[in-house]
């Protein structure tokens, strides 16, 4: 089992900063891939960005390109979102995963484990 917690969601007006923190426990280290994802009111939920515990590869949705870093911690076992210039849709709940797959999944399926989520607004 691997246990995600999120934190770092908060209000902000267009063009500010955030950086969300997802701390891993229990069997951290089985779980190859971490990824978020994002999910508005009524919708489905979406990739946003993944990252491999080895290697630090990296992969993100062609809309966060250039304004969000996904990053990690190891000796934290903590995977990090850095997110600027935000804008009004980019507006969700974001969630943390945990893949032992070893694949970059765009899509939740492959996903073993999931945290809570916090919420990131952001106002125009």
């Known amino acids: 089992q691997v246990q995600l917690v999120e934190s770092g969601g908060g209000l902000v007006q267009a063009g500010d900063s955030l950086k969300l923190s997802c701390a891993a426990s229990?069997?951290?280290?089985?779980?190859?891939?971490m990824g978020w994802f994002s999910q508005a009111p009524g919708k489905e939920r979406e990739f946003v960005a993944a990252?491999?515990?080895?290697?630090?590869?990296?992969y993100y949705e062609d809309s966060v390109k250039g304004r969000f870093t996904i990053s990690k911690n190891s000796a934290k076992n903590t995977v990090y979102l850095q997110m600027n210039s935000l804008k009004p849709e980019d507006t969700a709940v974001y969630y943390c995963a945990a893949s032992v797959s070893g694949m970059i999944a765009t899509i939740p399926r492959p996903y073993d484990y999931w945290g809570q989520g916090t919420q990131v607004t952001v106002s125009s």
């Open positions: 229990g069997r951290a280290r089985s779980a190859y891939v």
């Open positions: 990252i491999t515990w080895i290697g630090s590869n990296t």
